[in-house]
């Protein structure tokens, strides 16, 4: 047997995780999507990676199941093609989430260190009675600003256990996604902190209960549902399974809305 079909036989084996692996780690080579997605514009078809995936994964499961009932053939190659198209769509929600989110607190960073830095300023010049709603003030953005820090820390948790479960624990954040999430954790950490010790300072922040675990359990598993739910919705339309499809979105959309 040649090199080439040894390969080959090798690649038919493997399973839909372990197909999305591989490319993930053909695609993070490339830093960051932007540059990934310019390159494939210069490819032909077949290489785009949701009809490779595609592909790959049905052809594996035919030669796995090559001498097998028609019926029980299609429907493994039908499971084999859900499965590894969700992931694919998994890890491109999951760098579309972190990047829109890393942007966005970008520019909530910027407003919460201005505001505070504002309201430290307005507190020394201020009356014994007008510092009392500068001091207000001030709690209520500490607020605002810990509960930001929270969402990240639970994004990054919720984000870590759909990569557990779906991706063998694979990182499906590209080099530059991942650095930017860094950086903008890094940075509202830092702010979080040097506020509240110029609470410290001026006594202006009265302690508060830490958030209860279950409810920070709860939170966690309503962010991972918002990675998986739409990539699975997403697999199930390029498959044309439309009304699988809109049961998920619904399932997934029913308690967001608090319908009955």
């Known amino acids: 047997m040649t090199a080439e079909r040894r390969l080959a036989k090798l690649e038919t084996a493997l399973s839909p995780t372990e197909l999305v692996l591989r490319w993930l780690d053909e695609a993070h080579a490339f830093d960051d999507l932007e540059a990934y997605t310019r390159w494939l514009l210069d490819q032909p078809p077949e290489v785009f990676p949701a009809d490779r995936l595609a592909h790959e994964a049905a052809d594996g499961m035919r030669a796995s199941l090559r001498g097998r009932p028609k019926e029980e053939v299609d429907n493994a190659v039908r ?26 607190h970008q520019l909530l960073h910027t407003i919460f260190a201005f505001r505070f830095a504002t309201l430290n300023d307005q507190r020394e010049d ?7 709603d500068v001091d207000r003030q001030a709690a209520e953005w500490w607020r605002l600003l810990a509960g930001q820090v929270g969402l990240l820390w639970a994004m990054a948790e919720a984000r870590t256990s759909a990569e557990a479960r779906y991706l063998a624990g694979h990182v499906a954040l590209f080099p530059d996604v991942g650095r930017r999430w860094s950086d903008c954790v890094k940075n509202h950490e830092s702010l979080l902190g040097l506020a509240t010790r110029m609470a410290e300072l001026d006594g202006w922040l009265e302690w508060e209960a830490p958030e209860d675990p279950a409810g920070t359990a709860s939170r966690v598993a309503q962010l991972t549902a918002d990675l998986v739910e739409p990539a699975r919705v997403m697999a199930l339309e390029k498959l044309d399974e439309g009304g699988r499809a809109l049961t998920l979105a619904t399932r997934w959309l029913r308690p967001k809305l608090h319908v009955g």
Do not use: G, P
């Not at 694919?88 to 829109?100: D, K, P, T």
């Open 79 to 104: 499971k084999a093609l859900r499965e590894v198209l969700f992931r694919f769509e998994l890890v491109m929600r999951i760098n579309v989430v972190a990047h829109e989110t890393a942007h966005r």
């Open 126 to 132: 201020a009356s014994r009675k007008d510092r009392a």
